[in-house]
């Protein structure tokens, strides 16, 4: 077990970090259904694209004539670059996001990433914890985050993680960013396990993240060492639990943990019994994994 005196750092950074945006939040529609959530500037910024969206009661909706995924993509397309030379969204990344009723369901329409905060959209990313050592008393590796990264420059972040673009499976997604950002082969990355999913409802500066991250542990050599190879990292680091749990606990300093990242470790140390079940915050670090939808408009659906 990991040292008690942690536990309540932990609980009260994440509970700070993840704290859900404040309601009332603007909401874009599609049949009816919530595509995004906005903040009340970013919902007035949006509704001055009048050739694309109207007001509706509590946000706005597409104009008729948009009738499709293809319209709906092409418009968006025009108005995220729009906001991208404004200086409103974090750089272009030349990659989309497929935006529907649930994941691997014909989407609404797919938006540029760099769009997606600014949008509220949902998303999905994978994540992968590098373990190593025996089940009982494991290891675990962190990455440096570049400090040239628009998002959690230089923070520490899991061993492996990326959202999931248009098209792409989780599966697929592991493998390539295990390659990139790790240097792990593929057969290698394809022992990751599944370990379930956390959810991420906040409201960092760049607009609201709505998240879910599927969770892999993959179990690694004791010689092995990731290599970063895509430039989005710049460093590795391997702890034992304890010291996990005091990264995570981190609100400033150099050895901070990203907020996505520090949750999946929180699942990690939970799954492995770490923490133990009689402590007092057990039930509440619990509750932060699967935040309960909130009673307003804008809360997850």
Not at 34 to 48: C, I, M, N, S, T
Not at 104 to 128: D, M, N, Q, S, Y
Not at 178 to 203: N, Q
Request: hydrophobic fraction near 45%.
């Amino acid at each position: 077990m990991i040292d008690s005196g942690i536990l309540t750092p932990i609980l009260r950074r994440l509970t700070t970090s993840l704290r859900p945006p404040r309601p009332p939040l603007q909401l874009l529609r599609v049949d009816g259904r919530v595509a995004g959530r906005l903040d009340a500037e970013r919902g007035r910024r949006l509704a001055a694209f009048d050739r694309v969206f109207e007001r509706s009661p509590d946000g706005l909706v597409f104009l008729p004539r948009f009738r499709d995924a293809a319209t709906r993509s092409e418009a968006l397309d025009e108005v995220a670059r729009t906001l991208s030379a404004e200086g409103l969204l974090t750089p272009w990344r030349a990659e989309r996001y497929a935006v529907g009723p649930g994941f691997g369901t014909p989407p609404w329409f797919l938006l540029e990433r760099a769009a997606a905060r600014f949008f509220g959209v949902r998303t999905f990313a994978a994540h992968v914890n590098g373990l190593v050592g025996p089940p009982d008393a494991p290891t675990l590796w962190f990455a440096r985050r570049s400090p040239q990264k628009a998002i959690d420059p230089g923070q520490l972040d899991n061993l492996v993680g990326g959202g999931i673009a248009a098209g792409q499976t989780v599966a697929a997604t592991v493998v390539k960013e295990a390659l990139e950002e790790a240097g792990i082969d593929a057969a290698l990355a394809r022992r990751a396990v599944p370990a379930g999913a956390v959810h991420v409802f906040r409201a960092p500066a760049d607009g609201i993240q709505l998240e879910t991250i599927f969770v892999h542990d993959l179990w690694l050599p004791a010689d092995f060492v990731p290599v970063p190879t895509d430039g989005e990292v710049v460093e590795f680091r391997r702890v034992d639990l304890g010291t996990a749990a005091w990264l995570i606990a981190r609100a400033e300093g150099p050895d901070r943990v990203t907020v996505d990242a520090s949750l999946v470790v929180l699942d990690c140390l939970l799954r492995h019994g770490a923490i133990a079940p009689d402590a007092p915050e057990f039930l509440s670090l619990e509750a932060l994994r699967h935040p309960a939808p909130g009673a307003d408009a804008g809360a997850p659906d």
